[in-house]
């Protein structure tokens, strides 16, 4: 699968909440991180808490993705509580075609929400 159709894959469990679905695309010891915020997730278990527990009633609309066999980005509207912004999300792939490594990339910089505190670490 290359990394544009897995991405594909990875919006369409996150928006379904599919989280058992979203997980088996992560590699184990997935990276995600959030400059703007300056977090960063480690692992698959953080990494899908962090998504399913995320606050707020918000959707995720894919507007471009692209890829090649290892490495692809998306572009997004990510709406909280009626709220939009636009995000990019590059993506890097294992060797075993996972999701290894995710970064996000949003408008401005901003303070994380309260309630994730014991999954991230601030850098």
């Not at 290359?2 to 990276?31: C, E, M, Q």
């Not at 959707?59 to 993705?65: D, N």
């Not at 939009?84 to 901003?110: E, R």
Request: charged share 25%; aromatic share 14%.
């Amino acid at each position: 699968m290359s990394a544009a159709d897995l991405i594909s894959t990875f919006w369409k469990n996150v928006s379904a909440r599919d989280w058992a679905g979203f997980g088996a695309l992560l590699a184990p010891d997935v990276v995600y991180e959030m400059p703007q915020t300056r977090e960063r997730v480690r692992g698959r278990e953080a990494y899908v808490r962090f998504n399913a527990e995320y606050p707020g009633d918000w959707i995720v609309e894919p507007l471009r993705i692209v890829g090649d066999d290892r490495h692809g980005a998306s572009y997004i509207k990510f709406s909280v509580d009626g709220v939009a912004q636009d995000g990019l999300c590059f993506f890097d792939l294992d060797d075993a075609g996972l999701i290894a490594h995710l970064t996000d990339f949003w408008p401005q910089s901003y303070e994380p929400p309260p309630g994730r505190e014991h999954l991230v670490e601030r850098f």
